[in-house]
């Protein structure tokens, strides 16, 4: 069974960093391409960022781009989104995906599985 669980999540102030971490387990996780998706309130889940199965390219939403910045590590079934400069606007939950392929989606029809998602709260 794929399980795939955020952490990370919590309060922040604007202008403040943030990394959320996503364990994955029960997949082969180095040949897949990994997301992270976020939801916030009376909104529809958007795409944030997403990295191939290699690690070797990263595709950013415009609106995080040059704050965010995607990583993995296979050997341990991580992936991680690292949040600088964190905006009020960023507040939302935050989900971690598992693309269907090895190669980056921006659309939530390219994930099979998700997490459960954690709360990012971004104070002004």
């Known amino acids: 069974q794929v399980q795939l669980v955020e952490s990370g999540g919590g309060l922040v102030q604007a202008g403040g960093s943030q990394r959320l971490s996503c364990a994955a387990s029960g997949l082969s996780f180095s040949i897949y391409a990994m997301g992270w998706f976020r939801q916030a309130p009376g909104k529809e889940r958007e795409f944030v960022s997403a990295i191939t199965s290699s690690g070797a390219s990263t595709d950013y939403a415009d609106s995080v781009k040059g704050r965010f910045t995607i990583t993995r590590e296979n050997a341990r079934n991580m992936v991680y989104l690292q949040m600088n400069s964190l905006k009020p606007e960023d507040t939302a939950v935050y989900y971690c995906?598992?693309?269907?392929?090895?190669?980056?989606?921006?659309?939530?029809?390219?994930?099979?599985?998700w997490g459960q998602g954690t709360q990012v709260t971004v104070s002004s």
């Open positions: 995906a598992a693309s269907y392929w090895s190669s980056n989606s921006r659309t939530e029809r390219g994930y099979a599985h």
